[in-house]
């Protein structure tokens, strides 16, 4: 049986238990659940919202790689990744991975594979709104994350 990621780019909120029961209902192989749920800071009350926007098309397109070569290098009997895109306040959440697997070991690793390639190379966009009205800059690449993404090489 091959496993197809779920993947979507979406404007609305997510339920995790929902996707998770999606990914889980009737199966009886799965041993492992790991997710991750990153949320939007408000950088020490200086930030209203980020204003997060993407390439239609190309940015799940991206993401279905990611979730393929993820599902195919740590046996992953599952996955979702989804993240959103619009005005989203400090508090609320941006991006879902959820990977099933056998054994733990395949489901960690499995999304942080995802979310290091997700913050490098899925088409997407960050832009600051402050607190004081102002709008911020455009959020740049970290190096941190190319080192993230890099270990997996």
């Known amino acids: 049986m091959t496993t197809i990621p779920t ?7 997510f339920d995790l238990q929902m996707e998770i029961d999606a990914l889980t209902a009737g199966r009886q192989d799965i041993g492992a659940v790991v997710s991750f749920t990153g949320l939007c800071r408000d950088e020490g009350g200086s930030l209203e919202a980020l204003e997060l926007e993407h390439y239609p098309g190309m ?7 990611i979730g393929l070569e993820a599902i195919e290098r740590f046996s992953l009997l599952g996955l ?23 054994h ?36 740049s ?8 993404r890099d270990k997996w090489r």
């Open 7 to 13: 993947i979507r780019v979406q404007a609305d909120r």
């Open 59 to 65: 940015a799940e397109a991206e993401m279905r790689r």
């Open 80 to 102: 979702t990744a989804i993240h959103r895109y619009g005005k989203i306040a400090p508090g609320d959440t941006i991006v879902l991975v959820v990977a099933c697997a056998p």
């Open 104 to 139: 733990r070991q395949a489901a960690f690793d499995g999304a942080n594979f995802v979310m290091d390639f997700l913050k490098t190379a899925a088409p997407f966009w960050k832009k600051e709104h402050l607190a004081d009205g102002s709008t911020g800059f455009w959020v």
């Open 141 to 148: 690449a970290k190096d941190a994350d190319d080192a993230a």
